[in-house]
């Protein structure tokens, strides 16, 4: 398998991607095309995974920003996609594995993530409103572990607390709901 960094004229086979995995969740096929021409998500990262020369996974990271403090790198997952006839390979795996490595290579201090607790936690999420960040819209309590982040400069940990501001295209309650 191949994983590298997409181009601009990557784009059909990146929404081919999103379009397989998220079959019942149109919804994201759009986010993803918005995140990648929102000037206030920048710099995204985003690594599709290919077998063959066939795509057959994507993983997009963009920029967020805490309320109350500046001068912070961070970063939110989403959205992860693997097309069904690969799943449970570790194709989605090594997307965020890789994603992690380059964010931690360019200084990204913090990573989060709205997903499944059990799926996320292996590579070393952890519940981040105890740790003191605020989700973009409110969680329901009884899914709040599913609002995750990645430490990857721990240090930072001293200063940064507050509520994720998240790029405009993501800001929306609809892409919230966990
Ligand atoms: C979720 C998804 C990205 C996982 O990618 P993948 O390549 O299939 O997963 P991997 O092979 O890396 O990992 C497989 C493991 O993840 C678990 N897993 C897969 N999907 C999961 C989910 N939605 N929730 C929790 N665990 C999940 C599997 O049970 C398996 O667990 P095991 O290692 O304990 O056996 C992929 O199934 C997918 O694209 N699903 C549709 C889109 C989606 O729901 N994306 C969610 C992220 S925004």
Known sequence: MLIRETHSNDLEMILAVEKAAFEIEPI?????????????????LSLLAFQNNNPIGHILFSRVKLENVSLISASILAPLAVIPSSQNQGVGSQLVQ????ILSRLE?????????????????????????????????????????????????????????????ALNKPEYWIE
Not at 31 to 42: G, R, W
Not at 98 to 101: I, P, S
Not at 121 to 147: C, E, H, S, V
């Open 98 to 101: 890789t994603g992690l490595d």
């Open 108 to 168: 990204t201090a913090l990573v989060f993530v709205l997903g499944s607790p059990a799926y996320y936690a292996r590579f070393g999420f952890q519940p981040a409103q105890i740790l003191g960040f605020d989700p973009t819209y409110p969680i329901l309590d009884k899914n709040i572990d599913a609002w995750m982040v990645k430490i990857l400069k721990p240090n930072v940990m001293n200063y940064a607390k507050g509520k994720v501001i998240c790029a405009n």
């Open 28 to 44: 994201v096929v759009n986010l993803v095309s918005e995140l990648l021409n929102d000037p206030s998500a920048q710099p995204t």
